[in-house]
């Protein structure tokens, strides 16, 4: 069992930054593929960036490439999601996901575990 919690979001004008953090409880952190999701209103949910058990393998939706790094720190339980440049249209609630395998996947549903979620709002 995983239990996520995310923090770091906020209200930021556009171009800004922000840092996401996702802690995870238990000692198998390092054993799970890790992913940030995002969900506006009256959207589906959407992958945004994931990374492998070591971090070697990264993924980024073509929304936030570039802008966007994710990243994992397995000594600390947590991961990262950097959010710089910053848009619009990246306003959404933003989910930290674990896959309770080594290899990344694209898809809500391949994922087990969930935080509860945190607001991103950006400002025009």
């Not at 919690?5 to 209200?11: A, D, F, I, K, N």
């Not at 720190?73 to 896959?99: F, G, H, I, R």
């Not at 990344?104 to 709002?121: E, H």
């Amino acid at each position: 069992q995983v239990q996520l919690v995310e923090s770091g979001g906020g209200l930021v004008q556009a171009g800004g930054s922000l840092r996401l953090s996702c802690a995870a409880s238990g000692r198998t952190f390092s054993s799970y593929a890790m992913a940030w999701f995002r969900q506006a209103p009256g959207k589906e949910r959407e992958l945004v960036a994931a990374i492998s058990w070591n971090g070697g393998n990264t993924y980024y939706a073509d929304s936030v490439k570039g802008r966007f790094t994710i990243s994992r720190d397995n000594a600390k339980n947590v991961q990262y999601l950097q959010m710089n440049s910053l848009k619009p249209e990246d306003t959404a609630v933003y989910y930290c996901a674990a896959k309770g395998s080594r290899r990344p996947a694209y898809y809500a549903l391949d994922y087990d575990y969930w935080g509860q979620g945190t607001q991103v709002t950006v400002s025009s």
